[in-house]
């Protein structure tokens, strides 16, 4: 397993995560509403390794699909699989407004762009590029998406991207254009330096090496203190570490133990560049 250290290392606190959206409670119950008026329909129910996959740590590019699964009519049916559904769907939302997002009254000083580092980048456009449970047929016109889509743009990154990358076949006309200045009006890419490089394919044999490794983890989980005094400032030395605890022994039960998860996944995902591996257009280029 051979990877290249960056020189440059950060602590904790300095560690690039999705910028926080700031939501009032206004903008939330009219993002409510207004997915009702986005004309998609189920072609399937989503499994939960999918709702799990567009929401884990990047709840707000996708969240307007989260949404929508649960408050628009074409959602998520009323049938005993579907309620289950809809539960662990709101369950998710719930992380995501813990995490990802701050709750004001009024939002005084809105943001002029969105944040999305390269690695967030590279993984949403995937998740867009496969995710085939929305069925869409009607390509939003302006009209419909400077009124439902506009307005609230910031939590619509993950279903605009679904849009294009499903629709290029339109690509030159006024409609695709409109909702791809969208996003470059609302979005900037940023690179983040990483601590650790590697392909994803030497990450794949990392994660199965230790996968096979006879001592496992059981259910032992680090402490967030642990985590912040041993392993970030270590994380060279801890990296193989990490996986080893990621990837070995059963699921988080109790709150602390699903915090230090959490915080490991965010560890792996903020310090590994994975970038050259793959080459995906930003959405200029699309």
């Known amino acids: ?81 579907g309620d289950a559904l809809r539960e ?56 419909q998406a400077n009124e439902c889509i506009k307005p609230l743009v910031k939590y619509h990154f993950g279903f605009i991207l679904v849009l294009l990358l499903r629709h290029k076949d339109i690509e030159n006309s006024v409609e695709y254009q409109n ?24 990450y794949e044999q990392l994660c199965q090496s230790v996968e096979n490794c006879y001592v496992k983890r059981k259910r032992w989980w680090p402490t967030e203190e642990e985590i912040n005094d041993i392993i970030i400032p270590n994380l060279e030395l801890c990296y193989d570490f990490v996986v080893w605890i990621l990837e070995t022994g059963p699921d988080p039960v109790k709150p602390k133990e699903k915090k230090s998860m959490k915080i490991l996944q965010e560890i792996i995902r903020e310090n590994t560049d994975f970038s050259e591996e793959k080459k995906i257009p930003w959405i200029s280029n699309l």
């Not at 009006?185 to 394919?201: P, Q």
Request: charged content about 35%.
């Open 1 to 81: 397993m051979k990877y290249k250290l960056d020189d440059d290392v950060c602590g904790r606190k300095e560690l690039y995560t999705m910028q926080k959206i700031t939501v009032s409670y206004q903008e939330y119950d009219q993002l409510c509403q207004k997915v009702s008026e986005l004309k998609c329909r189920l072609s399937r129910l989503p499994t939960k390794k999918e709702i799990e996959e567009i929401s884990s740590y990047m709840t707000g590019y996708f969240f307007s699909i989260l949404t929508w699964l649960v408050e628009n009519e074409n959602g998520i049916p009323e049938t005993e699989e």
């Open 179 to 202: 909702l791809k200045q969208l996003l470059e009006d609302n979005f900037e890419l940023v690179s983040d330096k990483k601590r650790i490089k590697m392909s994803m394919e030497e």
């Open 88 to 143: 662990y769907v709101n369950d998710r939302i719930d992380e995501g407004i813990e995490h990802y997002m701050s709750f004001q009254n009024d939002i005084e000083n809105p943001i002029e762009k969105w944040k999305i580092n390269l690695n967030d980048y590279l993984k949403a456009y995937e998740i867009a590029e496969k995710l085939d449970f929305l069925e869409i047929k009607d390509f939003p016109n302006v009209k």
